[in-house]
């Protein structure tokens, strides 16, 4: 494609060079660049794409888009815009012809439940045989075959060719979570979506946007500007409340509330699942999903509410919902024949380890509730004294121990935690180590207890300072020591 075709109705300043040169990729990586690049110098937040520009002419990119002028080479092209990020989003869109346009796409934005409503809407559409593609924090689903992930919603030329392949492989529709780094980063222009869904807001990102207000603003984006053509939102939520109030004419309402135009009542929880009668478009229907927990059944309500936005019948919604696959690492239970149970889940924020924790205690009812958590270094501070405060209050034993310390001492994040437990009924412990954390929590635990490893989740690793990370899975942990536990002489079963 011609390059004034890919940048056309672009914030375009200058062009310094043909305008008329041929393009046959993109990159941002001057890594990527080849004869026939078009790369973008996207200003980071640890390194300038304009530094890199050389790197990439070097290797032959054939034009660049800057936000300044640069000293290249005076044979290639040099395109000046406002913002290299949304340039780069609305190329991508045209060198991929478009696809979102052949795809129908649900886009699941909030704080929590994200990737759980995102894995039940696929699990619909797939029970309606309609094709579906995943993108998300766990799994990545093209047209049918798993791939790896790295980022929950991928730079917008990796995006718009992962859409490009789900069209081509036979995906007719696509569940994916959208991040407010994504939306306020331009990652999602020019994404066709059919249904956007909002789960909740609660604190989380502080450490990337100015403050909740700026959060909200980012994630109010997937439904502004007509860029979703419908949205499916939880109103239990106060700052959903406030989105269904301004986007009143594109909404229906999910939740519990009385006012939701999709609610749910009569509300069951045992270990196995959850129960409740689902109300809405003059219709009372019995529903089931195998998650535990007030929040599960949020995220099912969102996953119907998108579907029907994507006219699947109310019915069909909720009868596929019934058998739906648990989530990876979302109250993901770990079972090797002990007498308690032990649930990994990727609880890492003030409202979802709260939520988690209810959860559990509805289905410990004779037994202790026993956490093990801790939160992740060179991320909002603030939220952990609060999370501490909510686990002393919540548990009857609260192990406090290491997430992803990345860059910060474990110790000190850990202090940090403790000062917000000095209130609440919950027996202390603090254990950096998260191996030996887990390991004490499930020595520790009795008949009928209820062990929940938080935080981590899916995650298969741990990162440590200067980007060092070492393979580990709490799943895999606690079912090692499991193992350990019920082989050793005179154990517990």
């Known amino acids: 494609m011609e390059l004034r075709e890919l940048l056309a109705g672009t914030d375009v300043v200058e062009v310094s060079g043909d305008p008329a040169t041929e393009i046959t990729s993109l990159a941002y990586d001057s890594r990527q660049a080849s ?3 078009l790369f973008f110098c996207i200003p980071g937040f640890t390194a300038d794409g304009h530094q890199f520009a050389p790197y990439a002419v070097q290797a032959g990119a054939t034009a660049v ?3 300044r002028p640069l000293d290249l080479d005076p044979r290639v092209v040099q395109v000046q815009v406002g913002d290299a990020r949304a340039a780069m989003a609305h190329a991508a869109v045209r060198l991929a012809g478009d696809p979102t346009d052949e795809l129908r796409v649900a886009g699941v934005t909030g704080t929590n439940g994200k990737t759980t409503t995102a894995f039940l809407i696929r699990h619909i559409l797939e029970r309606q045989v309609i094709q579906t593609g995943l993108l998300g924090t766990v799994k990545r689903t093209v047209g049918g075959v798993s791939e790896p992930v790295e980022r929950t919603t991928p730079e917008a030329i990796e995006l718009q060719q992962t859409f490009r392949r789900m069209v081509d492989g036979g995906d007719r529709a696509c569940a994916m979570e959208v991040s407010s780094h994504a939306l306020s980063l331009n990652r999602v222009d020019g994404i066709r979506f059919a249904v956007g869904a909002f789960t909740n807001l609660t604190q989380d990102h502080l450490d990337f946007h100015h403050d909740m207000e700026d959060y909200f603003l980012a994630k109010r984006r997937l439904f502004a500007g007509d860029r979703s053509e419908c949205a499916v939102i939880n109103i239990d ?8 109030a301004e986007f009143e004419a594109l909404t229906f309402s999910a939740g519990g509330d009385p006012r939701a135009d999709l609610r749910a009542v009569d509300l069951s929880f045992d270990a196995a699942g959850s129960r409740f009668t689902c109300v809405g478009f003059d219709s009372e229907i019995a529903a089931s999903v195998p998650l535990p927990g007030r929040f599960n ?14 006219d699947v019948e109310l019915g069909d919604a909720i009868a596929a919902i019934a058998d739906a696959d648990r989530v990876p690492g979302r109250f993901e239970p770990v079972d090797e024949g002990q007498s308690f149970s032990v649930l990994v889940d990727y609880a890492h924020t003030p ?9 559990a205690r509805q289905i410990t009812p004779d037994g202790r509730l026993i956490c093990v958590f801790g939160c992740g270094g060179d991320r909002d501070r603030d939220k952990r004294p609060q999370m501490g405060a909510i686990a002393a209050r919540l548990a009857d034993v609260a192990v406090v121990t290491s997430d992803n310390p990345r860059s ?3 110790a000190a994040i850990v202090a940090e935690i403790r000062e917000g437990m000095n209130e609440g009924g919950a027996e202390v412990e603090v ?3 998260r191996e030996a954390a887990i390991a004490f929590a499930l020595s520790h635990a009795q008949a009928g207890d209820t062990v929940v490893i938080a935080g981590k989740g899916h995650e298969q690793g741990q990162e440590f300072e200067h980007g060092r990370k070492i393979p580990f899975d709490d799943r895999e942990v606690a079912r090692a020591q499991l193992q350990a536990l019920l082989s050793a002489p005179g154990a517990r079963t």
């Open 35 to 37: 004869v026939g690049t």
């Open 65 to 67: 888009v800057v936000e």
């Open 237 to 244: 939520d106060p700052y959903g409340d406030k989105l269904a």
């Open 297 to 310: 059944v949020e995220n099912a309500l969102c996953a119907i509410g998108v579907a029907i936005g994507l």
């Open 351 to 359: 409202d979802s380890l709260e939520n988690v924790l209810v959860s």
């Open 408 to 410: 910060e001492d474990p």
């Open 431 to 433: 254990e950096v180590d």
